[in-house]
């Protein structure tokens, strides 16, 4: 049987200001928001697709605890595009906080932010072409 991660669980503190972040900021499509009573099952996805995130609201003290640390400090996702400039620029200019400049490496141009709960994140473009590292 065929089988994929469809989606991820992402412990945030409240569901409409993480709406906000990954919808309003970032471009990132409401997939479902459906009220559950005490809670609600809250997706979203980049604009590309790809797996979802489960905004998930953390309930009780453990689960507060680990907002922005789920994987203990490492980056925990990954956005991939297909420009890195663009994107790193339209997420600079709406105020989404980088750690560092971005990098070039052999699997492409990369650069480590956070979002507003704290969790790692690398951006990801694709690597230069082989006739660019070639010079032609």
């Known amino acids: 049987m065929p089988s994929r991660i469809s989606a991820l669980a992402l412990v945030v503190p409240d569901y409409d200001q993480a709406i906000a972040f990954y919808v309003g900021t970032l471009g ?11 809670k609600r099952w809250v997706t979203v996805e980049p604009p590309g697709g790809g797996a979802r995130l489960v905004l998930a609201r953390a ?11 789920q994987t203990g400090g490492r980056v925990f996702l990954f956005l991939q595009t297909d420009d890195f400039a663009r994107d790193h620029a ?3 200019a709406a105020g989404v906080t980088f750690e560092e ?14 979002d507003p709960f704290g969790n790692r994140w690398d951006l990801i473009g694709p690597p230069p072409s082989a ?6």
């Open 28 to 38: 990132f499509r409401l997939t479902e928001d459906i009220n559950q009573g005490r």
């Open 59 to 69: 309930e009780g003290p453990e689960q507060q605890a680990a907002i922005g640390n």
């Open 90 to 92: 339209a997420m600079l």
């Open 101 to 114: 400049s971005p990098r070039h490496e052999a699997y492409g141009s990369v650069a480590v932010w956070r």
């Open 131 to 136: 006739d660019a590292r070639q010079g032609g």
